[in-house]
């Protein structure tokens, strides 16, 4: 056995615990709590100097899987985590991983796949990956975690297997959960028991030339499909081989089936994961009271452990499988099929099978809970009728005398349609081209105005996303709709069964709202066309986004954008993923901190300019294009109103607005407007319109005498001050260039009558 | 050198401990309680775990933080919530008003200590809360006063119920915990624990006083036969039930009437829309700030920075004058149609 210390960690923390011994080349991802952790972990490792492994902050898990496969295929050592949609997100790309035969290991962190969107876990999102032809190895606890990381390599690149490796845990219950664990004191120990990667054939070898995923049909296709069978088949055997050398260098065994007090047992419960250590201790209680219970836990989950569940039940009367996750019309989980079915594959068998779902969407499951179903199955065995073979856990019928309980007056059309704010067009002669005036009151009657969102949202204090949302409400008439992408504005406003909103909003996963929202506006047209709704309705479509948002779903926006529906995309930019814990973005300025981006011996930061997205979406050619910031708050009343004419009138708008992070700037809660005001001041953030393609400055901080260095607006948050260090000075330089260049750039457009 | 001596409180040592800390996001509890865990499970050598639930990675929402641990290694295998808890810490006390669930399974074995400038036998419990000790510590104003973090205090509180762990085990987990923070953010926490440690007051809970009524706050109760399909919320803006004076941290703005000419600067960058406005012909620029609606306050203080007179001032939350607390947005609202 070799040397090893004790700790107290979590899950993901001994997911970046393995990581630092097995020192992956590759690490491709994209943040989603609750595997988040894993990446953020690492990224400071790297920074400190622990590994040298390569962290590629992808536009979303699609994009991950993608570098991860590609990094794979030259025979890298690659490592991904996801969780929930993202695991969907990706899904793609992994029967591709698999079918081509490239090891990588995945941590799947589990947690319920939207909607409605669900942060905590269970096992929805781990059923779907059951047909992707990936290994799949269960971690119950942290110190699991840490071992079949390691078994994971090994066991994907193994010659007869060379397969993917997914390994799980289950979010929150393990990933965030400290227990002692045990860890390898030297890293050379783990590296002579996985070896050097062999690869039969790379992508990166130009003497040996391989095509890598060709065009193939039948009747070649099953052959290769037989061929992943076949390798499933190994993979079990090998699994056993290798926890058995695993054994021998750690002191702990991992068998591919679990029996906990099986012995004798007349029932059991199946379960998987964190809910399995739970149950042992209602089985221990059990046991002291004569009940001859006991659990059956698989850490192997493809390949299934079918040979060792039918030794481990063979004396058993009943069985009760408990799943987080339901197939439903099936009636049945998953587990409660694939059990049922090596069962039943001896037709004599008479064990009585119980299927229960459980604990969906994080439900906690305690021992009382396990005994419960423990009970179930002795009761099933005395013969007692009425106990039904498949039924929810845990569920709560609710008090049917509670309906929805109105609290706030609906907004009238009187309160809509106010005429705060007036907007006048005018053509310009021998052009299709308007010159628009608007005119708005003072903010003290505009503070009068029925906001379109309520107070008691879950924001951070001092968060600038609300007070930027109703400035930008403030400039719009009449009646909206709303689309909400994923981010910190969705989250705070809709914790069921409340929500800040009082106007209808719909909420898709933020790839996808332009999209979903162009479908409603296109559908809004033609009911009215057929005269389904009157037409006098009038509907003002927009969508708000996180900078996110933008990143995800930059490529659906684009061909949205390119479509021109008649709605409004706005994203407020807080330079970051803030709802998921502060990593960086795609709009996260060159060098900064972030949980994704740290500072350190071997990391100064974001490695990549910021993205100039107000100009990607002008190259669409849409008629409108503005950006803003919550510390000019009329500025902004006034671009939303030009902002609903041209929805109206010539289509497709995109607005982006600053607003602060107070969390993860490091910065004072009171101090928003102060920072926002120099980032516009610096240039950093220039304020301007694109109107039918001409560029218009809506503010020139040297007409003002108000021009800054990038530095002075960089010394206020406490993410960004290092970048004035003087061993920092080549990447404030590098900065500094890049905002001159744009910032010339953006002077030059204004100033030419075409541009 | 951090002063670890105990208060001289005499319990018994247990054999297992199961402990819940009850805080809203950014007051620092899934620290407290990863410190608590370690000194336990490395410096004892007990079994135990420690983890906590939270919502999205966001100031200003309830986290609870949990550590169990076994003074005689009984193995500590469950990550489920601990329902019925040895020791529930209250980082604030508004909670006890906002989220009357934190008394789930507080039992006669329960030692609840809650942050509050309050005498314990001054508080009262939902009907059926009978705990065994009731401490308070006044946590929010030390912090104030000392800028140590308010967990830092807490801990000072919380070792004096946790008998089980020695002074020396704790005293190396938070001197490592804080070896990172500068100089002078180390004798701020050093003075905050010390305060913490001799600050507590704690008396036994009589179980025949009054108890107060759950909190008269009904909120809806959806389940499978009640919650409208698909997970539709059908009723507008009914966030407005909620209530996050607890976000504050012991401060507020306080409004001078006398200085305030309603200008609407402070509508433009409140987050959490808690000024109230009325249309008034007789005022300025036709609208009139009747005031804050405290309930939605979290304490930010941007209003009083874009404040162009004198009429925001940072005050004490016990500051805010009791004829302001009635100021509605809701009434307000409802008063439009």
């Known amino acids: ?755 | 050198m951090w002063f670890f001596g105990r208060n001289k409180l005499q319990f018994s040592k247990r054999e297992n401990v199961a402990i819940r800390l009850e805080a809203i996001g950014g007051q620092g509890a899934n620290s407290a309680g990863k410190i608590i865990a370690e000194a336990a499970i490395l410096g004892e050598h007990f079994t135990g775990n420690h983890f906590s639930s939270f919502g999205s990675e966001k100031r200003g929402t309830p986290v609870k933080s949990y550590v169990r641990f076994s003074t005689v290694r009984k193995p500590i295998r469950t990550a489920s919530a601990i329902r019925t808890p040895d020791l529930l810490v209250i980082f604030h006390e508004f909670m006890m008003e906002s989220h009357p669930e934190i008394f789930e399974g507080v039992g006669p074995h329960t030692d609840v200590l809650i942050n509050s400038k309050k005498n314990p036998h001054e508080f009262q419990f939902p009907k059926g809360v009978h705990p065994r000790y009731v401490a308070s510590v006044p946590a929010t104003e030390i912090a104030v006063k000392t800028g140590s973090g308010l967990n830092t205090i807490m801990l000072g509180a919380i070792i004096s119920f946790i008998p089980e762990i020695t002074s020396e085990h704790l005293g190396q987990v938070i001197q490592s915990f804080f070896s990172k923070l500068s100089p002078e953010g180390k004798a701020a926490n050093q003075i905050g624990f010390e305060k913490g440690l001799h600050s507590f007051k704690v008396k036994t809970a009589k179980p025949d006083q009054d108890r107060l009524e759950p909190s008269s706050v009904t909120f809806p109760h959806f389940g499978y036969v009640n919650a409208p399909i698909g997970g539709v919320i059908t009723t507008p803006g009914n966030s407005v039930l909620k209530n996050h004076e607890a976000s504050r941290k012991g401060t507020a703005p306080l409004l001078n009437r006398n200085e305030c000419f309603h200008c609407g600067q402070c509508d433009l960058v409140c987050p959490d829309f808690c000024f109230v406005w009325r249309k008034n012909p007789d005022v300025g620029f036709g609208a009139e700030l009747l005031g804050i609606d405290y309930q939605y306050c979290k304490g930010c203080q941007k209003c009083i920075e874009v404040c162009p007179v004198s009429a925001l001032s940072l005050g004490k939350e016990e500051e805010i004058p009791q004829s302001e607390k009635n100021i509605s947005w809701v009434k307000n609202e409802k008063s439009k149609n």
Not at chain 1, 294 to 305: A, D, T
Not at chain 1, 560 to 586: F, K, P, V, W
Not at chain 1, 702 to 711: F, H, L, R
């Open chain 1, 1 to 755: 056995m070799k040397n090893q210390k004790t700790s107290l960690k979590t899950g993901n923390e001994m997911v970046a615990e393995a990581a630092k011994m097995i020192d992956f080349h590759f690490m491709g991802y994209y943040p989603i709590t609750p595997s988040t952790e894993i990446a953020e972990l690492i990224d400071a490792m790297k920074a400190r100097g622990e590994v040298s492994t390569v962290m590629l902050p992808a536009d979303g898990e699609h994009g991950a899987a993608g570098a991860c496969f590609g990094a794979s295929t030259g025979g890298a050592r690659v490592l991904n985590a996801t969780s929930a949609n993202g695991l969907l997100y990706s899904m793609e790309q992994l029967p591709v991983q698999a079918g081509t035969r490239m090891p990588m290991v995945l941590n799947l962190v589990t947690r319920s796949v939207s909607g409605p969107l669900d942060i905590r876990c269970d096992h929805s999102d781990l059923m779907f990956a059951l047909q992707t032809g990936w290994i799949i190895l269960l971690a119950s606890t942290p110190q699991a975690v840490y071992d079949l990381n390691i078994i994971a390599v090994k066991l994907g690149e193994h010659p007869k297997v060379r397969l993917p490796v997914m390994v799980v845990s289950d979010g929150f219950f393990t990933s965030h959960q400290r227990q002692e664990v045990q860890i390898f004191e030297n890293k050379s120990d783990v590296q002579s028991f996985l070896g050097v990667r062999q690869n039969p054939f790379t992508t990166l070898d130009p003497r040996n030339p391989v095509t890598l995923g060709p065009y193939m049909n039948d009747p070649d296709l099953i052959n290769n499909k037989y061929q992943l069978h076949e390798a499933h088949e190994e993979a079990a055997k090998v699994f056993e081989v290798l926890t058995k050398e695993y054994f021998e260098l750690s002191g702990r065994f991992y068998p591919a089936l679990e029996t906990y007090e099986m012995e004798g047992a007349e029932s059991a419960l199946f379960v998987l994961n964190s809910a399995a250590e739970t149950t042992k201790d209602a089985v221990d209680a059990m046991r002291k009271e004569g009940k001859k219970v006991g659990v059956l836990k698989p850490l192997l989950l493809r390949p299934f452990p079918t040979e060792a569940l039918k030794v481990a039940t063979q004396h058993l009367k009943s069985i009760v499988i408990a799943e987080r996750s339901d197939s439903p019309g099936s009636i049945g989980g998953p587990m409660s099929h694939e059990v049922k079915s090596v069962l039943y594959s001896d037709h004599h068998c008479d064990i009585k099978a119980l299927s229960r779902i459980f604990g969906l969407g994080g439900k906690d499951f305690n021992e009382d809970d396990a005994r419960s179903l423990l009970e179930e199955g002795l009761r099933v065995i005395g013969d007692e009728v009425g106990i039904p073979s498949f039924g929810f856990f845990g569920t709560d019928r609710g008090n049917p005398k509670t309906t929805p309980q109105e609290v706030l007056p609906r907004l009238s059309p009187a309160q809509v349609n106010e005429s705060f704010v007036q907007v006048n067009a005018s053509l310009i002669p021998g052009t299709q081209r308007h010159v628009l005036e608007v005119s708005i009151p003072e903010a003290a009657l505009l503070a009068t105005k029925s906001k379109r969102i309520a107070p008691g949202h879950g924001a951070c204090p001092g968060c600038g996303i609300f007070s930027g949302l109703d400035q930008f409400f403030k400039g719009i008439e009449g009646d909206v709709v709303v689309l909400y992408h994923t981010g910190c504005a969705m989250v705070v406003t809709t914790d069921y069964p409340f929500s800040a909103h009082r106007v209808t909003y719909l909420h898709n996963l933020f790839q996808n709202g332009a999209p979903t929202l162009s479908g409603l506006v296109e559908a809004f047209h033609e009911k009215k066309r057929r005269g389904e709704i009157g037409v006098g309705v009038d509907i003002t479509f927009v969508m708000i986004t996180g900078d996110g948002g933008m990143d995800i779903g930059m490529g659906p926006t684009i061909g949205t954008a390119l479509r021109n529906h008649a709605m409004i995309i706005l994203e407020y930019d807080n330079q970051g993923y803030m709802n998921t814990g502060g990593q960086l973005s795609y709009t996260t300025p060159y060098g900064k901190q972030t949980s994704t981006s740290h500072l350190g011996k071997n990391s100064f930061g974001k490695r990549f300019h910021h993205k100039d997205t107000a100009q990607i979406m002008a190259a669409t050619g849409i008629s409108y294009v503005f950006t803003a910031v919550e510390s000019r708050g009329m500025d902004l009343v006034k671009k939303a109103a030009k902002a609903q004419w041209y929805a109206r009138n010539k289509g497709l708008v995109y607005g982006k607005i600053l607003v602060s992070c107070p969390l993860n700037w490091g910065s004072e809660e009171r101090m928003g407007r102060d920072i926002l005001e120099q980032a516009v001041n610096s240039c950093f953030f220039p304020i301007y319109e694109i109107e039918e393609g001409k560029t218009k400055l809506s503010y020139v901080p040297e007409v003002e005498n108000k021009k800054i260095s990038i530095s002075e607006w960089l010394k206020m948050m406490g993410k960004s001050k290092h970048l004035l260090l003087p061993e920092n000075v080549e990447f404030l330089v590098a900065l500094q260039t890049e905002i001159d260049r744009r910032w010339e750039q953006l002077k030059a457009k204004d100033a030419h009558p075409l541009l």
